[in-house]
């Protein structure tokens, strides 16, 4: 008999864990998500600007980085990881290269942010 109160203590247990797992997961979805859109739009903001721009892509790759650093999930930790080294392998010398960097960047960015929507379905 008093098995039932300690499986039933055991299974209110797992629950909480595993609610708590998910109220995480989505946190860091919707955390996830804004790094990856405020990145985005900054960097676009300053495509006239290559220095500027420079800055904004290291900002923004520092910030996805720490983002993926702290993600539990792997699918996530990938995307933003993946944002990242896409937006430290641009070479933004001169305008040319600052508005096609802000191209890359918005085609890579709403790429990662579907990988993000899926691994937060």
Known sequence: MRLLPLAAAC???VLFASGCATADKAQSCAEATKVISTTVSEIG???DDPAA????IEDGAADLENMANKAADTTLRDALQGLAESLQKLNVDDANAAVDAAQRVATDGAKYLRQVSEACI
Do not use: E, N
Not at 53 to 56: G, Q
């Open 11 to 13: 299974a209110a247990a």
């Open 53 to 56: 721009m420079r800055k904004k």
């Open 45 to 47: 903001k300053v495509a």
